[in-house]
T-cell receptor, first 112, second 112 residues
Framework: GEDVEQSLFLSVREGDSSVINCTYTDSSSTYLYWYKQEPGAGLQLLTYIFSNMDMKQDQRLTVLLNKKDKHLSLRIADTQTGDSAIYFCAESRNTGGFKTIFGAGTRLFVKA | DAGVTQSPTHLIKTRGQQVTLRCSPKSGHDTVSWYQQALGQGPQFIFQYYEEEERQRGNFPDRFSGHQFPNYSSELNVNALLLGDSALYLC???????????FGNGTRLTVT
């Protein structure tokens, strides 16, 4: 993706917490998103945060936003083997209309 | 509540041919965006349709064109196919101009 960067791989043990990080460049971005993609499927919206928020929690998911550093993270508590997938960070960028720009994705491996 | 549906699921074409992909948005959504996802990469924005007009466009050549119908469904057309057009084509819909995208499962296009 253009200017949305993520690390490519993360491996964790079942039951541990996973933290996936993302950096973006457009300070005018209004919403930041996390999507999950399983093999052969489309993208599933996991959670999102508005740019004037610092944190959002939704069951096992916690999103942290550091707007000054343009850094977004997704923490998955008590990671399960079913969480193995590719996770995409995305920003809603205002370019005279809103378009959503995606990172290249982080592949999460969960070891039993 | 039907989500985003795309057809066909898989397609094999020859270089130089033309292809049409179809998308029906989630019920209640009026904006449709198309993305290309090459293997191992994040989705790349092709264009977005609203009120039957192309509202925004990404860095794709004119060989990529689209249409939106009065019932909000959409088509993506690609002319003069190249081997590099082989990818998963994702359709996403949203309910208003800056709301989260909801994705279909995509059309896997293979160009030989």
């Amino acid at each position: 993706g253009e200017d949305v960067e993520q690390s490519l791989f993360l491996s964790v043990r079942e039951g541990d917490s996973s933290v996936i990080n993302c950096t973006y460049t457009d300070s005018s971005s209004t919403y930041l998103y996390w999507y999950k993609q399983e093999p052969g499927a489309g993208l599933q919206l996991l959670t999102y945060i508005f740019s004037n928020m610092d944190m959002k929690q939704d069951q096992r998911l916690t999103v942290l936003l550091n707007k000054k550093d343009k850094h977004l993270s997704l923490r998955i508590a008590d990671t399960q083997t079913g969480d193995s997938a590719i996770y995409f960070c995305a920003e809603s960028r205002n370019t005279g209309g809103f378009k959503t720009i995606f990172g290249a994705g982080t592949r999460l491996f969960v070891k039993a | 509540d039907a989500g985003v549906t795309q057809s066909p699921t898989h397609l094999i074409k020859t270089r130089g041919q033309q292809v049409t992909l179809r998308c029906s948005p989630k019920s209640g959504h009026d904006t449709v965006s198309w993305y290309q996802q090459a293997l191992g990469q994040g989705p790349q924005f092709i264009f977005q349709y609203y009120e039957e007009e192309e509202r925004q466009r990404g860095n794709f050549p004119d060989r990529f064109s689209g249409h939106q119908f009065p019932n909000y469904s959409s088509e993506l057309n690609v002319n003069a196919l190249l081997l590099g057009d082989s990818a998963l084509y994702l359709c996403a819909s949203s309910g208003y101009y800056n709301s989260p995208l909801h994705f279909g499962n995509g059309t896997r296009l293979t160009v030989t």
